[in-house]
Every structure is written in C-alpha cells, then in structure tokens.
C-alpha cells in the first residue's frame, strides 16, 4: 500500500500536532505531497519544515474544519 502513496497528494487537518503530525510526516515518508492544516499555522508551518528538511514536499495551510456553523440537535444524521 505505501508504494500506492508515493507521487499522491494529501489534505491532513489537524496536522500540527499529534496523530495528525504523525500522519503527514508517515505520508510524506511514503513520498506523498503534504498540505499541513492545522488551526495554528506556526504549528502547520513547523511541522511542514520537518518534512522538507527531510526531502518531502509539504506545504501549511491554516484552517479551522469546525469552526463553522454546528449542527443543532435533531439534525440530518442524529437519532435524536
């Protein structure tokens, strides 16, 4: 499967830190093209420098996923 990653491109939010970190930095390992997103773009930004300083491709982006509006209660999914 890793030989399947390498020349794609992948969006990992939340990837300044934590799983997210940890998943961009194993992509780009897999010769994968990262965007860092994170809602704290020095924490993107650092974590996209890690991958370059290795060879990787790996760009940050800031953004917040939820920070839109939230669906109310007894919305479309909910069993409520």
Do not use: F, H, K, Q
């Amino acid at each position: 499967m890793i030989a399947e990653l390498d020349g794609a491109a992948a969006v990992i939010t939340a990837g300044g830190s934590g799983i997210g970190r940890a998943t961009a930095r194993a992509l780009a390992a897999a010769g994968t093209r990262v965007a860092v997103s994170d809602i704290n773009l020095e924490r993107a930004v650092a974590v996209a420098d890690e991958i370059t300083a290795v060879g990787g491709e790996a760009l940050a982006v800031a953004t917040c996923v939820n920070c839109g509006t939230r669906p109310s209660r007894g919305s479309a999914g909910s069993t409520s």
